[in-house]
């Protein structure tokens, strides 16, 4: 089996949905539920014994060591993050604790499990760190686009602390030779997208009346990728990459903010027009800059074509296609996720997933 951390949260729940759809490989999924979290996303599988869900924290080396020592898994996938620039901005002191020392104190007690493992088990563990483009800092308009190999230069606490865990996780592997894969991706979308990020934020304002917010003048570019292609990609690293290696996913889709925004804006206009019969668009708001904006990121993601063989199926017209009818015709998890409703699903579905008592530390 496998050990997935952060997988209550928007790209964790499509990557062990994902996982349990293609193979019947069992998945302990470690997540601490923050705000992020939504066990809602992973409804479709109460009552799978393939799925083992753990409520706890990567920075709680005593319950990852138990659970390393009960599952004996053959590989660790790491999403679990504090993962929003804004909210980073106003408050960093969880983006240290989670994404610095939560990374270090799991990369800790995984050390300690490999290291007693046999020599063939040890070989062929894995632990792979999911991390982002933003490390790289921001390019310039006619700039290459982002390789493996450009330097770190991160400009938000949030992409700071993802470049410290980045750091991290390189060293583990330098230093004590646990086999590390690390993936850095450009911006995901798609469905379970919690609507405080730019897309899933624009359809539920736009659908809800309310102003749809551009910071600056829009014209940032971001690159973007459909998340089951993000997830198809990570699949392929844990089954080929090779230890010490990093490897940029992205979607050959560099878009500046306001045009993402007004083609959301025509595919609703098409979809599910206002009653009436204006367009979207007229909602627009221009409203003051995120501090420290990034202009432009862009992955360069030829090294994994050319030696993993993996390339995104979506193009960002099919992909966003997609993900605005998720929306539209899953109104239930919107108004869950923005009323708050979705964090009683802790109480309703934890029977299903509580770990044992042994677990956590009471048996
Ligand atoms: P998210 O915020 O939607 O989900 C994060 C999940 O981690 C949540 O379920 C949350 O409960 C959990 N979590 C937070 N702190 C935890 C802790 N201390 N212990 C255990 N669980 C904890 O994030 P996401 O967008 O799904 O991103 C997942 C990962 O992918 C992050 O590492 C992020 O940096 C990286 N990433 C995201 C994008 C993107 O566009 N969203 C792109 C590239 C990389
Ligand atoms: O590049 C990968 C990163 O993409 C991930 O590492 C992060 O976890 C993820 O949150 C995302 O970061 P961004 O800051 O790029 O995503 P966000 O959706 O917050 O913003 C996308 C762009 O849209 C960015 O240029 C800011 C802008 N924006 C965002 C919001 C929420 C707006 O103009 N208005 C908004 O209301």
Not at 29 to 55: P, Q
Request: glycine fraction near 10%.
């Amino acid at each position: 089996m496998i050990l997935v951390t952060g997988g209550a949260g928007f790209i964790g729940s499509n990557f062990v949905l994902d996982w349990l759809a293609a193979g019947d490989e069992a998945v302990v999924n470690l997540d601490a539920l923050t705000y992020a979290g939504n066990l809602e996303n992973l409804a479709s599988l109460r009552g799978d014994a393939r799925h083992i869900f753990v409520h706890g924290d990567i920075g709680d080396g005593e319950l990852i060591e138990r659970l390393l020592r009960q599952y004996q898994p053959r590989a660790i996938v790491n999403f679990a993050a504090e993962s929003h620039v804004d909210r980073s901005i106003h408050g960093p002191e969880d983006f240290i604790q989670t994404n610095i020392v939560g990374t270090f104190r799991l990369l800790e007690a995984v050390r300690a499990y490999w290291g007693g493992l046999g020599a063939g088990e040890k070989a062929a563990f894995r632990f792979l760190h999911v991390s982002t483009d933003e490390v790289y800092g921001s390019l310039a308009k006619d700039d290459p686009a982002f390789s493996e190999n450009h330097r770190y230069e991160p400009n938000s606490p949030y992409s700071a602390s993802k470049a410290a865990s980045d750091h991290l996780a390189r060293a583990y592997h330098h230093t004590y030779g646990l086999p590390v894969l690390t993936t850095n991706c450009s911006n995901n979308y798609g469905p379970y997208h919690f609507p405080e990020k730019l897309i899933p934020l624009i359809i539920h304002n736009a659908l809800a009346g309310k102003p749809l917010p551009i910071y600056g003048d829009g014209q940032q570019i971001r690159d973007w990728l459909y998340v089951a292609d993000h997830c198809a990609a990570i699949r392929r690293v844990l089954a080929a990459g090779q230890p010490g290696e990093t490897y940029n996913i992205g979607g050959w889709n560099e878009k500046p903010n306001l045009e993402v925004v007004h083609t959301l804006c025509a595919m609703l206009d098409e979809l599910s027009p206002r009653a009436d019969g204006r367009s979207y668009r007229e909602q627009i708001v221009f409203v003051t800059d995120r501090p420290g904006h990034d202009r432009r990121y862009a992955i360069d993601a030829g090294k994994i074509e050319r030696e993993l063989g993996w390339k995104p199926a979506e193009t960002f017209e099919s992909g966003i296609r997609k993900t605005v009818r998720w929306y539209l015709d899953h109104p239930d998890w919107v108004a869950n996720v923005t009323s708050g409703a979705y964090r009683e699903w802790v109480g309703k579905q934890y029977d299903n997933f509580v770990p044992s008592p042994r677990l956590r530390g009471e048996g």
